[in-house]
């Protein structure tokens, strides 16, 4: 949530530290900070929830997937150096099996009940 909250609030300094450059930051910045807290909240609800809520984790997961396709194209416009790769790894990489193992538990838990 910190993390939308930190895009949404600062996109030009995010945006200047992802591409190492110092080109005027796109609008869609402030947009993609307001989604990735409000899926915080839903990750964060999935917590809480995960029987009952198991298949927001995948959708996490997919969301992570389309996320991460959708910044190296558009953002990075497909030229990555140190920084926004590291930030494609952190932000969508790790998360992406973690989500999907959170959703087979749940689903796996939920079948237990």
Same mark, same amino acid.
């Given at each position: 949530m910190f993390w939308g909250i930190f895009i949404a609030w600062f996109p030009e300094s995010f945006y200047h530290w992802v591409t190492e450059s110092q080109n005027s930051t796109p609008e869609i910045l402030i947009w993609q900070g307001r989604a990735v807290l409000i899926l915080g909240f839903v990750y964060f609800a999935t917590a809480l929830h995960p029987g009952? #809520?198991?298949? #927001?984790?995948?959708?996490?997961?997919?969301?992570?997937?389309?996320?991460?396709?959708?910044f190296y194209t558009v953002i990075l416009e497909g030229k990555v150096g140190d920084q926004g790769l590291f930030h494609l790894i952190m932000n969508d990489g790790i998360w992406i099996p973690f989500l999907i193992a959170i959703a087979l538990k749940g689903k796996a838990y939920k079948a237990s009940k």
């Open positions: 009952r #809520l198991w298949y #927001l984790a995948l959708v996490g997961a997919l969301t992570k997937i389309g996320g991460a396709i959708w």
